[in-house]
């Protein structure tokens, strides 16, 4: 199916910013508004270099009056907007709640009464809990709900709501539920960026104690084009699951990589205080969007990584400024290197 006016709300984030790209190169007939808050992890520089060719609305998905006016006349709506970082839902919950479920409400009431074509819900694998460190089976479209975190839980009543609007009202959804995205962009606050930025300016990796937690590792391109086809091919009420290469690597064997990838020794990391209710384990079986869609990721993980440095280093004045506030964030917040 072709869509011709897309509404992409919180496309000033990271994965949201790196599909507004990603639209405006291979679908550059169609017609782009984001609508996107500006919170603390939307940044507009991020869509400096195509902003002739979309249309930027500041604003809150919660907003009902501003919703329906940039939804009137929209196809399909890609719906990123969202608070999206465990450690700040550990420390400031409501906003979860207020954006991730309340917001996502407001969007499809106003989808359905607009008669939108396509909702598409960009959700977590993190609404399914986690896996024992020692199984070996996956999450997958027909995992139960399980949250663990304020965030994984406000995720999960979204994926509920628009679930329920598709069954009780007919509205046209799908939804992806994808693992750990990371790439250009990528705030500073998350692990992977977090780490190459400190290494970059002479600092050590922060591990989350013990550090063999486990996350199923998906680049933001191959996550963006496993939603154009879904929606361009992806079948009405369906969900997919998107994942990965990186099966099994714990978070010590990614920070090892990038030591190696820099060519740094391997005693800058330091060992700090663990997140509280902790999941140890994400994997993702992504069989369905492969049998059903054809899609599978580019290239390895050490591929994607190595190219994630390279656009850190090159791109010091995007995060710069951003890494500042990130940091304080966790210095306000009481993380603890332990000796
Ligand atoms: P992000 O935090 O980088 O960006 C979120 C964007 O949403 C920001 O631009 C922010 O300003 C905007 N936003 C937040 N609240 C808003 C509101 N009330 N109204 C309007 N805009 C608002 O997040 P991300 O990593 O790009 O995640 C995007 C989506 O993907 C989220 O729904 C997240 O749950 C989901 N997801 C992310 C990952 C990941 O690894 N980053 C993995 C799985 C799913
Ligand atoms: P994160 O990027 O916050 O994503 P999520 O918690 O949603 O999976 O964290 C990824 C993993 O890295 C998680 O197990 C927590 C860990 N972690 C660290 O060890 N050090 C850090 O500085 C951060 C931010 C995360």
Wanted: net charge negative; with cysteine.
């Amino acid at each position: 199916m072709n869509y011709m006016k897309l509404l992409i709300t919180g496309g000033a984030g990271f994965i949201g910013s790196n599909f507004v790209h990603y639209w405006v190169k291979t679908h550059p007939e169609d017609e782009i508004t984001v609508l996107d808050k500006l919170t603390y992890a939307g940044n507009l520089s991020t869509l400096d270099s195509i902003k002739d060719k979309i249309n930027f609305v500041e604003g809150d998905i919660i907003d009902e009056e501003l919703v329906a006016k940039v939804m009137t006349g929209v196809d399909c709506v890609v719906h990123f907007a969202a608070e999206s970082h465990v450690d700040r839902s550990i420390h400031d919950p409501y906003v979860f709640t207020r954006s991730n479920a309340l917001g996502t409400h407001v969007l499809l009431e106003t989808a359905r009464r607009l008669k939108i074509s396509r909702f598409h819900h960009i959700s977590t694998d993190e609404v399914f809990g986690d896996i024992p460190l020692e199984a070996d089976w996956k999450f997958n479209e027909d995992s139960s709900y399980k949250p663990s975190s304020p965030y994984s839980a406000s995720k999960a009543g979204s994926d509920h709501m628009v679930r329920a609007y598709a069954h009780t009202f007919g509205l046209p959804i799908t939804i992806s539920n994808c693992s750990n995205n990371f790439g250009p962009y990528h705030y500073p606050e998350k692990f992977i960026p977090r780490s190459i930025i400190r290494l970059l300016q002479g600092e050590n990796i922060r591990l989350y104690t013990p550090g063999n937690q486990v996350r199923d590792w998906l680049h933001v391109n191959d996550h963006c084009r496993a939603i154009d086809l879904i929606l361009q091919k992806g079948k009405l009420g369906e969900t997919y699951c998107v994942g990965g290469l990186a099966k099994g690597i714990s978070n010590i064997e990614v920070a090892h990589k990038l030591l190696k990838i820099m060519d740094l020794p391997e005693d800058r990391i330091e060992l700090v205080t663990d997140r509280p209710g902790h999941d140890v384990k994400y994997d993702v079986d992504w069989t369905k969007i492969n049998k059903e869609l054809g899609w599978e990721p580019q290239h390895t993980f050490d591929e994607w990584l190595e190219q994630t440095v390279e656009w850190y280093k090159n791109n010091q004045s995007w995060w710069k400024p951003l890494a500042e506030e990130s940091e304080q964030f966790y210095q306000t917040k009481g993380e603890e290197v332990l000796k």
